[in-house]
């Protein structure tokens, strides 16, 4: 039973562009979520989708977006980046109601 | 919004002896608390959790507890092996677990000491 996976590992970007994260959920999952985990901190809550709509958004601004695609996979996708935005981003699969499984996490560092 | 504290940052034990790591929240919404554990390079992975109807649950050497008049909750480790030695988050969400983003703790680093 494969677990959440997400690509790519690792990422550098400079300021100012474009990123796009991928997630695959736990087989037999629905909802997908995104966290953001800064260097020694708990991951942050940015949103959820389920049924290919964004359900809860967290306080986060507009330059994240998201995705999800019929077969429950999403993506991340953060615009005019800046250097706060390093960290590793974290994908979470459940079922609608159900607990939350994270995957390796990719990590972004902004240069 | 809830604000989750957790409490202490660091913790370091003997092996074989008991470490217990303990949250506070905020909001008398919040009825699921898990707990992960998160080991270096690694995304967290989820220990146990609990839910507001339920005051205590085990599983082999780890436990929570919830007291949900003083809205805190406290995670349990027995007989502490060197394999437990990781970073601990405690999270609190008001969706019955997968409904709602999880609040997160800022995390208590666990050593342990042979």
């Known amino acids: 039973d494969a677990g959440v996976t997400q690509s790519p590992t690792h990422l550098i970007k400079t300021r100012g562009q474009q990123v796009t994260l991928r997630c695959s959920p736990k087989?037999?999952?629905?909802?997908v979520s995104w966290y953001q985990q800064a260097l020694g901190q708990g991951p942050q809550f940015i949103f959820q989708?389920?049924?290919?709509?964004?359900?809860q958004r967290g306080n986060f601004p507009d330059r994240f977006s998201g995705h999800q695609f019929p077969n429950y996979s999403s993506e991340l996708n953060v615009n005019a980046l800046l250097l706060g935005d390093s960290a590793l981003y974290l994908c979470?699969?459940?079922?609608?109601?159900?607990?939350?499984?994270f995957g390796p996490g990719t990590r972004l560092l902004v240069l | 919004g809830e604000n989750v504290e957790q409490h202490p940052s660091t913790l370091s034990v003997q092996e074989g002896d008991s470490a217990v790591i303990k949250c506070t929240y905020s909001?008398?919404?919040?009825?699921?608390f898990p707990w992960y554990k998160q080991e270096l390079g690694k995304g967290p992975q989820l220990i146990i959790d609990?839910?507001?109807?339920?005051g205590e649950k085990k599983d082999q050497r780890i436990a929570v507890t919830l007291n949900k008049t003083a809205k805190h909750f406290s995670l349990h480790i027995t007989e502490t092996q060197p394999e437990d030695s990781a970073v601990y988050f405690c999270?609190?969400?008001?969706?019955?677990?997968?409904?709602?983003?999880?609040?997160f703790g800022k995390g208590t680093h666990l050593i342990i000491q042979p």
């Open positions: 087989s037999g999952h629905d909802t």
């Open positions: 909001d008398s919404a919040s009825n699921y």
């Open positions: 609990i839910r507001s109807n339920v």
């Open positions: 979470a699969s459940s079922l609608e109601s159900g607990r939350k499984y």
């Open positions: 989708y389920y049924e290919e709509e964004e359900r």
């Open positions: 999270a609190a969400s008001s969706g019955g677990g997968g409904a709602d983003g999880l609040t």
